[in-house]
């Protein structure tokens, strides 16, 4: 759980009144919001009744600047391009039987690896965001991969409708 559950750990603020703190920033369309994988967060503020607008997304821009070169999350990206290698979250997690939820990690370990999260990632976006121009790619980014979060989470949350009939047709048309 992302903010704990009922049994609050040492120190954990209530899930209630963090909301009720970030709820106006996170909705403030004068506010960009900057992240690395901003469909996972759309899709956990989703749940919670959140919208989270403007957003930049240091994943997508690495997509839009490098498609299929390299992996695109965090943590290769902290390694590739500030030569720095973050906390693993099976250090803080656990693996197999052992692991455990975030809500359980203590909050003084929680905060390093969150902290050291925002950090990576806005040091990674101050790196993209003129890349996108100098490379010629900000059109790509801005009018293609930006705008499919919402609609990619929306689906993810919600499903798809699939019309078998015309889908049976497809396969048989592509086989």
């Not at 209530?14 to 960009?32: I, T």
């Not at 693996?95 to 359980?104: E, L, Y």
């Amino acid at each position: 759980d992302l903010f704990g559950s009922d049994a609050l750990a040492e120190g954990q603020l209530p899930r209630d009144a963090v909301l009720a703190a970030l709820r106006p920033v996170l909705e403030d369309a004068a506010v960009l919001k900057i992240g690395q994988n901003m469909k996972y967060d759309a899709k956990i503020f989703a749940g919670l009744g959140l919208g989270i607008a403007p957003i930049d997304d240091t994943m997508l821009m690495s997509y839009a600047l490098n498609s299929g070169i390299h992996n695109h999350g965090m943590d290769a990206l902290s390694e590739r391009y500030l030569a720095h290698n973050p906390i693993p979250i099976k250090t803080l997690l656990g693996t197999g039987k052992s692991a455990v939820t975030f809500d359980k990690v203590p909050i003084d370990e929680a905060v390093k690896y969150a902290a050291e999260d925002a950090d990576i990632t806005l040091r990674l976006w101050h790196m993209f965001k003129p890349q996108l121009h100098q490379k010629q790619v900000t059109t790509v980014y801005e009018t293609l991969e930006r705008p499919l979060v919402p609609v990619l989470a929306r689906m993810e949350r919600h499903g798809i409708l699939v019309d078998r009939d015309v889908l049976s047709r497809m396969s048989n048309a592509f086989a």
